[in-house]
């Protein structure tokens, strides 16, 4: 029924009916109806479908079929268009990027090469010798409040336009650009020592006259290069031989893909197989290879041997490569150098720092260009009030640089230390040990989040797995009955051992092998022991995966490892497990823990060690490996002793409930142990006779030899043994989470911080972990993306994915990819109003799309967290990125704006860190602003007074010593200021919730201060005036010293709660100014208005004096200490009710 229901209300329009009617016979018959699918609307909401209009992808070509070209367009828009022409013609001559080809690479053999390849050299600083006071000075006056500043201190050095003393504008401005300067150079000599120690790190290249040592940056395409077991591959490369007896190795990707366990990469066999490493240069070979790509788990090439008869060609895949930035992790590796520098998958995979610019910053750049609005406004009206006589244009300039204290150039100052002052309070918190602020312009960010997107392998997991359960159908054993099963065991084998009859397997395992088979022909199924069951799961689970038993060798030079192997006994210490799945070494890890070890393994057999010390070889017949689309891997053995063939299948439950025969406990108890957060697999066995196996074997090869469908057919010839398998055993192993990280996420949540998590990993096992994190909460839906191949199926996939409501999204990479480049704005306007979206299978590049993404599309600042060289290129992309010190390295910490040693300091580093950086930086923004219009307004008040002349109130020293010496320590100290204690923002999360909404600093905020600067600037000039009508002359002492009281009760007012350096910082400030009362009289001769008053000295020590400025004073403050506290009594802001 549900079928037949039309996806949307379709408008009457024949043209659509065709669609859909076979929309709903065939999902893949979309594709051969492209014009239709043009059409074809993908809605946000179900009004809107009665209007054409509304259709998604036909509007943008109709309207350009609409435009008319006129004369209008010819005279702007041909001209808008030749000149974008030619400046895209300039920038493609200029940056033209060098096209990626197809290689063919002779093995050690560099000079052959057709190309001229890019040097291997790694390079991560952002400027040259010569770029970088250039792009230091661009980076600094882009913005424009430092830009302006440059213009008024230019504009001193022309003598009519000259104002003050020329050091009151350009010491300001110096020490600022200065300041920058120094921490740019610092940073940027710590990146050249970091490249300089990899790019000399030393290899072994293999020449015709023997070993050389060649830097990492030295090494072309083409080289034979050595790499010795934890040695770094320093270029992308095909793996020709090992020292290993197997021809394989083993390598650790962490700093590419994430993931910490080891990958198993195979030789070339031709090479592998020749007697001598100094055979390589007796052959002539080549390896062709695919053009750099940004994919680094595919790859296409061929090997190709030309001097033997006949030649020999070997397809080479990706298990035949060595990617740059992996580590050798057994054995001594030799390659031939296919990619090298820009054109190696970590460097294509890495995305380039950005300058990132905090948001406070750009809306304070967004003020300081209204107040300057403001300031040219004041001056126009000023010189229009003259009448625009005389040279009334240098008149008008006058005025602008009067005023240019509107806009204070203390504010960059001010910010920047305080900037500096939040990195040293986050370094210096003792419940966040071992955080460092990397980037210190953008602490504010912390507090204006929106969106978390974290890595999960590292960052929110331990990635260490625990064997928790083993369910059997009829019993469950958890870990404290673990060592019930292993003394089943010990007793299976010690009755084998005791019947000599049934060879070194044991009676157990006999019974056990022979027991299904009368099952499947007789009827009723004779009931097993729960011993025998529970050996023949254990059994099962220590041969059924792909794991390699290494073993660390003693040996000291590395041509004697193999000797040392092949000698030495498999002592327990001794030995480590590895696999590409950490599940399955957590498996094998168990079976050894209750006495069924894994010795031995290579490409064709493998040992287990029974409880007594006996040892059990098995001969590998077939390995069928785990993919994501089958969710199943099986194994095929054949047991020496005994010759029984046996085959073994563990997988997913969905994917094995319909293999296994039938029973009524195993979907139930699935349920149960992922609601637990376990990982779940199913394990089951089928014993095949002789003629079976050879009947499988040969329909298997034929298959494996067909040039069409060729998966499909060895899928289907697998899929006939895939039948009524006997159902052994259920296992749960948990994945560690990190410390405290359900609280942590629940606390963010609270924050109104969505989370999404994009991860590496398989879907089934993020699934499992958004579950058992908290990530997605217990009562919530998961939406599954079912996976999309093309743009039909995705558009479907997306209607489906509308109609519900309030759930988790879980999408893989590819299905991502497809829905972007179709419906990108559908899809992410669906995925933002998810409460959580997990994205598995995402490669770094796509990472960093999907913050991109994000900060397209909904404006709001993201955070990236992660802890591998896979999330680097996330981290960067992000509005503000953490890194995490963990087991893959440092290499995200390095790259991250901030670098934390657990997930859970994250709670704190935002909830309080983040929170305070921005109220404080926003109140002394603020501050400074009120503090430049203030004294403006007081000028624009003299001119007014004064027949509008242009002639400064204060000069030179006063003006210095008013932004620094005299109000500079009590505005600052506002960086000391909080409005609730850190234990409480930590308690009411929903306190930071305000702070995205950005309201303690927009125009609102900043037009009260706008008011109080005009009130208070009016009131102590004109109160000044008033009071002082017989003593004029005195104007400027009595204004100035008001002036300053005013702005020191002021800070008194703004602070919400006192630190003992705030009231250090008030009298510092007044006593300075009392002592350089003093001096001042002499100093400069200050204060000469127009007509020469100076600061008298034996006046400003009376009594009218003293009560005059006291007046004035109160007059300007005590109106808006009545207004704060009547605010605070009626209308309390939110955080006042807690710290109350």
């Known amino acids: 029924m549900a079928d037949s229901i039309p996806l949307n209300p379709v408008p009457k329009d024949s043209r659509r009916i065709p669609y859909y009617s076979s929309a709903r016979l065939s999902r893949f018959s979309v594709e051969d109806e492209p014009s239709n699918l043009d059409e074809m609307p993908l809605m946000m909401s179900e009004e809107g479908f009665e209007n054409d209009e509304s259709d998604y992808q036909t509007l943008p070509r109709a309207r350009v079929n609409q435009r008319q070209r006129g004369l209008g367009w010819f005279l702007f828009g041909s001209w808008k268009l030749l000149c974008g022409s030619c400046c895209d013609c300039l920038a493609h001559i200029c940056w033209r990027k060098k096209e990626l080809k197809a290689r063919t690479v002779w093995l050690g053999c560099p000079e052959k090469c057709e190309e001229k390849y890019p040097k291997n050299a790694i390079k991560n600083q952002k400027y040259n010798f010569f770029t970088f006071v250039p792009g230091v000075l661009y980076q600094q006056f882009k913005f424009f409040l430092n830009l302006y500043f440059l213009v008024v201190a230019c504009s001193q050095f022309v003598p009519s336009l000259k104002i003050g003393y020329l050091y009151t504008y350009w010491a300001p401005l110096g020490f600022v650009l200065a300041v920058t300067m120094v921490r740019e150079a610092v940073d940027e000599v710590r990146r050249c020592q970091r490249d300089k120690e990899m790019n000399s790190q030393l290899y072994s290249k293999l020449t015709v006259r023997g070993k050389i040592q060649v830097k990492s940056s030295d090494i072309q395409v083409g080289d034979l290069i050595i790499v010795e077991k934890n040695q770094r591959v320093p270029a992308d490369m095909i793996f020709l031989r090992t020292s290993e007896k197997t021809g394989a190795c083993f390598i650790r990707t962490d700093q590419l893909d994430g993931e910490t366990d080891w990958k198993l990469k195979v030789a070339v066999g031709c090479t592998q197989r020749l007697p001598a490493v100094g055979d390589l240069f007796s052959i002539r070979a080549y390896v062709y290879a695919q053009k750099p790509q940004l994919d680094i788990h595919s790859f296409e090439g061929n090997f ?46 890495t ?84 955080t460092v602020v990397r980037t210190s312009t953008i602490p504010e960010e912390l ?59 044991g009676g157990g395992a006999a019974a056990g092998a022979t027991a299904p088979r009368k099952a499947q022909t007789s009827g009723p199924k004779v009931r097993k022991s729960v011993s025998s069951r529970i050996h023949e799961a254990v059994k ?42 950490p599940d399955e070494v957590a498996l094998v890890r168990w079976t050894e823990s209750v006495g069924l070890t894994l010795v031995n393994r290579d490409l064709t057999s493998l040992q287990l060690k029974t409880p007594s010390g006996q040892i059990l070889s098995f001969h590998i017949l077939q390995i069928f490996p785990f993919t994501s689309e089958s969710k199943r891997m099986g194994i095929i053995v054949r047991e020496e002793s005994t010759g029984e063939i046996t085959f073994y299948m563990k997988g997913a439950d969905v994917a094995m409930a319909t293999i296994v025969q039938y029973n009524d406990w195993l979907e139930e108890e699935c349920g149960n142990m992922a609601r637990e957060g376990l990982r779940t697999l199913v394990v089951a066995k089928k014993s095949l006779s002789e003629e079976q196996y050879q009947d499988f074997e040969n329909r298997y090869n034929q298959a494996k030899l067909s040039i069409h469908d060729r998966a499909l057919k060895v899928a289907a010839v697998v899929e006939s043994l895939e039948r009524e398998m006997e159902l052994l055993c259920l296992t749960g192993v948990e994945d560690q989470l990190q410390a405290d990280v359900r609280p942590t996420l629940e606390l963010l949540r609270n924050a109104g911080i969505k989370i999404w998590m994009l991860t590496g990993d398989k ?40 109609r519900k409501h309030d759930c988790a999204l879980v999408i893989s990479g ?76 440092k290499q995200a910490s ?48 003299f001119s007014s007074i004064f027949y509008f002349a242009s002639v400064p109130l204060y000069q030179g020293f006063l003006m210095v010593g008013y932004a620094t010496i005299y109000t500079m320590f009590p505005v600052f100290s506002l960086v000391l200021d909080q409005d609730v ?35 208070q600037g009016g009131i102590l000039m004109y109160g000044a005036l008033v009071l002082f009508e017989s003593e004029f002359v005195h104007v400027v002492a009595i204004s100035f010293t008001a002036l300053i009281l005013t702005e020191l009760l002021m800070v008194a007012l703004t602070v919400r709660t006192w630190h003992w350096l705030m009231v250090v910082a008030e009298l510092f400030s007044l006593a300075c100014y009392l002592a350089s009362l003093a001096f001042l009289s002499e100093y400069f001769g200050i204060g000469r208005v127009s007509f020469g008053a100076f600061f008298d000295f034996s006046y400003i020590t009376t009594w009218p004096f003293l009560w005059k400025v006291s007046a004035i004073t109160l007059v300007s403050c005590l109106p808006l200490y009545i207004i704060k506290y009547l605010k605070r009594k009626f209308s309390p802001p939110s955080y006042s009710k807690l710290s109350s």
């Not at 309080?912 to 624009?940: C, D, E, P, W």
């Open 447 to 505: 507090g204006r989040l929106v969106y978390l997107l974290t890595d999960k392998t590292g960052t929110l997991t331990q990635n260490e797995m625990i064997f928790k359960r083993l369910h059997l159908g009829t019993v469950s054993y958890g870990t404290d009955t673990m060592d019930e099963i292993q003394s089943h065991i010990i007793q299976s084998y010690a009755q084998g051992a005791s019947q000599p009859s049934s060879g070194t397997a």
């Open 981 to 1015: 204690k850190p234990e409480m923002a930590l308690l009411y999360p929903e306190l930071y919730k305000d702070l995205t909404k950005g309201r303690s600093l927009s125009f609102k905020t900043f037009l009260i201060w706008v008011l109080i600067s005009v009130y």
């Open 304 to 349: 190709t041997r030309e001097d033997s008869d006949p030649q020999i060609q070997e397809s080479l895949s990706i298990e035949n490569t060595l990617w740059a930035s992996t580590v050798v992790a057994s054995g001594t590796v030799i390659g031939v150098v296919i990619y090298t520098g820009k054109e190696t998958r970590s460097v294509l995979n």
């Open 894 to 941: 390095l790259a991250a704006d901030f670098s934390i040693t657990q997930f859970k300091h994250i709670g704190r580093l935002l909830m309080v860190h983040g929170r305070n950086s921005y109220k404080r930086s926003a109140a002394l923004g603020q501050f400074v602003m009120h503090r430049g219009m203030i004294i403006s307004t007081m000028q624009a008040v």
């Open 763 to 802: 879907l089934e096992t993020a699934t499992c972990i958004a579950k058992s994190s908290h990530l997605v909460s217990r009562n919530q839906d998961i939406h599954v993306f079912r996976p999309v191949s093309n743009r039909g199926e995705a558009h479907l996939e997306l209607n489906a994915f509308r």
């Open 814 to 889: 590819d299905s991502l990819e497809m829905c972007l480049r179709y419906y990108e704005h559908e899809f992410v306007e669906l995925a933002c109003q998810c409460p959580a979206v997990v994205c598995c299978r995402c490669s770094p590049t796509q990472k960093a799309q999907i913050v991109q993404l994000l900060q397209q599309h909904t404006a709001n600042r993201t955070c990236a967290i992660g802890d591998g060289g896979n999330d680097v290129s996330m981290i960067q992309a992000a509005d503000c990125g953490i890194g995490i010190e963990g087991k893959e390295g």
């Open 351 to 434: 995305s380039f720092a950005k300058n990132k610019v905090g948001l406070l910053d750009l809306e304070l750049n967004r003020l300081t260009k209204a107040l300057f609005l403001a300031q040219v406004v004041l001056s126009v009206v000023m010189v229009a009030l003259q009448g625009f006589v005389g040279p009334w244009f240098r008149n008008l300039f006058r005025f602008v640089v009067l005023f240019s204290y509107i806009i204070p150039i203390s504010l960059r100052v001010n910010l920047d230390m305080g900037k500096s002052a939040y990195g040293w309070m986050i370094t210096k918190d003792e419940s966040i040990p071992g």
């Open 540 to 581: 099962a689970i220590a041969l059924c995966h792909n794991v390699t038993p290494v073993y660390e060798s003693h040996a000291g030079v590395n041509g004697e490892t193999e000797s040392a192997e092949a000698d030495q006994d498999f002592s327990d210490d001794n030995r480590t497990y590895q696999a590409s799945s």
